[in-house]
């Protein structure tokens, strides 16, 4: 009884996020100080912080939404002039990825 | 819990009651620990400015002989004529500014029972957790006639500094129509594309400054990095200036004449130079074999989910010096790792739970001013090592166009001023 009440629990929730992809990480197992490291990988190239000091585009601050579509479309090709970002974004799972869209717009610092 | 009574906990740390002393740490907290780090490079620098972001109480010393760091990176350019030397220096000021030690002396030895670090200096340094990322150092005469003294006439210039400046003032040298040979070795080195950029970026200069000139890469393997995107592009921006001679077709180098700038083959044949620049096999800093970390191969085993070194417990290492494969020698490489192993000693100290592993790397080569390729790859930790993410990583199509190509020189020099500016703060 408890084990299915949790299971439809669980479920909804991840329907009503629209979050339900298969991966080995899962939202919940993504600590603050699991998502810090998924962002150190991003900032060797785009900047301290996300603010890029070249070239390459900077993305602290952007809107959420947004930075997560754009990093899902890197990583299922989708999206149009692409160098390095489909080969990368193709590492993350898009629990991952949700959660570092939401690093970078909040401004979080490691 | 006193500042006294935390001193001696460090204390009965230091005396080797590793098992008790642990958990005392837990309970007194990071800012009671010392957290040594051996080298200033891209792992090293890079561990202790996160380890002092992830617990600005802990006592983090960075000890590093050099005042001002230059770096592999863009060292290539710098022979092209495509940066200044300055450009790829970077100071220590900035990992001062944010309370980090820096003792610049060479670290001599390692005790893993008193845990301790002897200097250059003769001081000996206390570590509640030490890293090392002592980068590589050459194997002398592991590639006969190649050692020290060898160098000073045929230089590697595969660690930035006089060995580079040295190279550059050869090239500047060479006779009209003269012969550059570069000898390149088997895998595992530093800096997998780094041969194959230099011979792009001799080949900028040389057809500017001395446009008879050849390039000859003798190579003991018979495939390299990017190397369709390398022979593609040096044939289109240089002709045939650069050949390359792999294994099957008598490229590997079994003896050096330093001297004469002779080097022979495997097969006998003997290849006289104008210029000679001799990249030999290498292997882990000393400091590591020091403190009994390196196993057989010259390398440093890590454990793949914290970089702390399957030898001993409490020490861990970063970079080129360790056995990361598939992951390559390189400096994004070391960066993450240095992030990933900082934030794993932090959760230890501190009794937090150790973050997930990830890892990834881009390395670009510049080709010519304007001509990038790249090749990336995103990591993780599973059972029996690090594992590329399935799905991910790769290199630049080999059908891009001149857009992609400038776009991804504009990325590399982008990525350098970034990477740059995470380390040592510009």
Same mark, same amino acid.
């Not at chain 2, 617990?55 to 592999?72: D, G, N, S």
């Given at each position: 009884?408890?084990?299915?009440?949790?299971?439809?629990?669980?479920?909804?929730?991840?329907?009503?996020?629209?979050?339900?992809?298969?991966?080995?990480?899962?939202?919940?197992? *993504?600590?603050?100080?699991?998502?810090?490291?998924? +962002? =150190?990988?991003? /900032?060797?190239?785009?900047?301290?912080? @996300?603010?890029?000091?070249?070239?390459?585009?900077?993305?602290?601050?952007?809107?959420?939404?947004?930075?997560?579509?754009? *990093?899902?479309?890197?990583?299922?090709?989708?999206? +149009? =002039?692409?160098? /390095?970002?489909?080969?990368?974004?193709? @590492?993350?799972?898009?629990?991952?990825?949700?959660?570092?869209?939401?690093?970078?717009?909040?401004?979080?610092?490691? | 819990?006193?500042?006294?009574?935390?001193?001696?906990?460090?204390?009965?740390?230091?005396?080797?009651?590793?098992?008790?002393?642990?958990?005392?740490?837990?309970?007194?907290?990071?800012?009671?620990?010392?957290?040594?780090?051996?080298?200033?490079?891209?792992?090293?620098?890079?561990?202790?400015?996160?380890?002092?972001?992830?617990?600005?109480?802990?006592?983090?010393?960075?000890?590093?002989?050099?005042?001002?760091?230059?770096?592999?990176?863009?060292?290539?350019?710098?022979?092209?004529?495509?940066?200044?030397?300055?450009?790829?220096?970077?100071?220590?000021?900035?990992?001062?500014?944010?309370?980090?030690?820096?003792?610049?002396?060479?670290?001599?030895?390692?005790?893993?029972?008193?845990?301790?670090?002897?200097?250059?200096?003769?001081?000996?340094?206390?570590?509640?957790?030490?890293?090392?990322?002592?980068?590589?150092?050459?194997?002398?005469?592991?590639?006969?006639?190649?050692?020290?003294?060898?160098?000073?006439?045929?230089?590697?210039?595969?660690?930035?500094?006089?060995?580079?400046?040295?190279?550059?003032?050869?090239?500047?040298?060479?006779?009209?129509?003269?012969?550059?040979?570069?000898?390149?070795?088997?895998?595992?080195?530093?800096?997998?594309?780094?041969?194959?950029?230099?011979?792009?970026?001799?080949?900028?200069?040389?057809?500017?400054?001395?446009?008879?000139?050849?390039?000859?890469?003798?190579?003991?393997?018979?495939?390299?990095?990017?190397?369709?995107?390398?022979?593609?592009?040096?044939?289109?921006?240089?002709?045939?200036?650069?050949?390359?001679?792999?294994?099957?077709?008598?490229?590997?180098?079994?003896?050096?004449?330093?001297?004469?700038?002779?080097?022979?083959?495997?097969?006998?044949?003997?290849?006289?130079?104008?210029?000679?620049?001799?990249?030999?096999?290498?292997?882990?800093?000393?400091?590591?074999?020091?403190?009994?970390?390196?196993?057989?191969?010259?390398?440093?085993?890590?454990?793949?989910?914290?970089?702390?070194?399957?030898?001993?417990?409490?020490?861990?290492?970063?970079?080129?010096?360790?056995?990361?494969?598939?992951?390559?020698?390189?400096?994004?490489?070391?960066?993450?790792?240095?992030?990933?192993?900082?934030?794993?000693?932090?959760?230890?100290?501190?009794?937090?739970?150790?973050?997930?592993?990830?890892?990834?790397?881009?390395?670009?080569?510049?080709?010519?001013?304007?001509?990038?390729?790249?090749?990336?790859?995103?990591?993780?930790?599973?059972?029996?090592?690090?594992?590329?993410?399935?799905?991910?990583?790769?290199?630049?199509?080999?059908?891009?166009?001149?857009?992609?190509?400038?776009?991804?020189?504009?990325?590399?020099?982008?990525?350098?001023?970034?990477?740059?500016?995470?380390?040592?703060?510009?």
């Amino acid at each position: 009884m408890a084990f299915s009440q949790f299971f439809v629990r669980s479920l909804i929730a991840l329907v009503g996020m629209g979050l339900f992809f298969p991966g080995p990480a899962r939202a919940a197992d *993504l600590s603050d100080d699991s998502v810090s490291i998924l +962002a =150190g990988n991003c /900032v060797n190239c785009h900047g301290p912080n @996300g603010l890029s000091l070249g070239a390459i585009p900077t993305i602290r601050g952007l809107n959420e939404e947004q930075l997560r579509s754009r *990093l899902m479309a890197f990583r299922e090709g989708r999206a +149009a =002039g692409v160098t /390095v970002m489909t080969r990368l974004m193709k @590492g993350y799972d898009a629990d991952q990825i949700a959660a570092l869209a939401k690093w970078f717009a909040r401004g979080e610092t490691p | 819990m006193t500042g006294v009574s935390r001193r001696r906990i460090l204390g009965s740390l230091a005396a080797g009651s590793v098992a008790l002393a642990a958990p005392s740490i837990v309970r007194a907290g990071a800012g009671s620990a010392r957290v040594v780090i051996v080298g200033g490079g891209f792992g090293g620098a890079t561990a202790a400015r996160y380890l002092k972001l992830g617990a600005p109480q802990l006592q983090v010393t960075l000890i590093e002989p050099a005042k001002r760091f230059y770096t592999c990176p863009f060292s290539n350019l710098y022979l092209a004529g495509l940066r200044s030397w300055e450009s790829i220096g970077h100071g220590y000021d900035g990992l001062r500014g944010v309370g980090i030690e820096l003792v610049h002396a060479q670290a001599e030895d390692v005790d893993t029972r008193l845990r301790t670090v002897r200097l250059s200096t003769g001081q000996t340094l206390g570590w509640d957790r030490l890293v090392l990322s002592p980068g590589v150092d050459m194997r002398w005469n592991a590639l006969e006639g190649y050692d020290e003294a060898a160098s000073l006439l045929a230089p590697h210039a595969w660690k930035a500094g006089p060995q580079t400046q040295l190279l550059r003032r050869q090239m500047e040298a060479m006779e009209d129509g003269g012969s550059f040979v570069m000898v390149i070795p088997e895998n595992p080195f530093r800096c997998p594309p780094g041969p194959y950029e230099r011979a792009a970026m001799l080949a900028h200069y040389f057809s500017r400054h001395n446009p008879r000139a050849k390039i000859l890469l003798l190579d003991a393997k018979d495939n390299f990095s990017k190397k369709g995107l390398f022979q593609q592009g040096w044939k289109a921006l240089y002709g045939d200036m650069i050949e390359w001679v792999g294994l099957t077709d008598d490229g590997l180098v079994t003896r050096v004449d330093a001297k004469a700038l002779e080097v022979q083959t495997a097969f006998g044949q003997v290849h006289k130079a104008s210029v000679l620049n001799v990249i030999p096999p290498q292997k882990a800093g000393f400091i590591a074999e020091r403190a009994g970390v390196v196993d057989a191969s010259g390398w440093v085993p890590v454990k793949a989910e914290s970089f702390e070194t399957q030898r001993v417990a409490g020490i861990y290492a970063l970079g080129d010096a360790t056995i990361a494969a598939p992951m390559p020698k390189s400096a994004f490489a070391a960066n993450t790792q240095a992030k990933l192993a900082a934030a794993a000693i932090v959760a230890e100290l501190t009794g937090r739970v150790p973050p997930v592993a990830s890892y990834a790397n881009t390395c670009y080569s510049l080709l010519a001013p304007g001509y990038g390729i790249s090749v990336a790859g995103v990591y993780r930790a599973e059972q029996g090592g690090i594992a590329e993410v399935p799905g991910s990583g790769g290199v630049s199509p080999a059908n891009a166009d001149a857009a992609f190509r400038a776009a991804e020189a504009a990325y590399g020099e982008s990525w350098y001023a970034a990477i740059s500016a995470d380390i040592w703060g510009r």
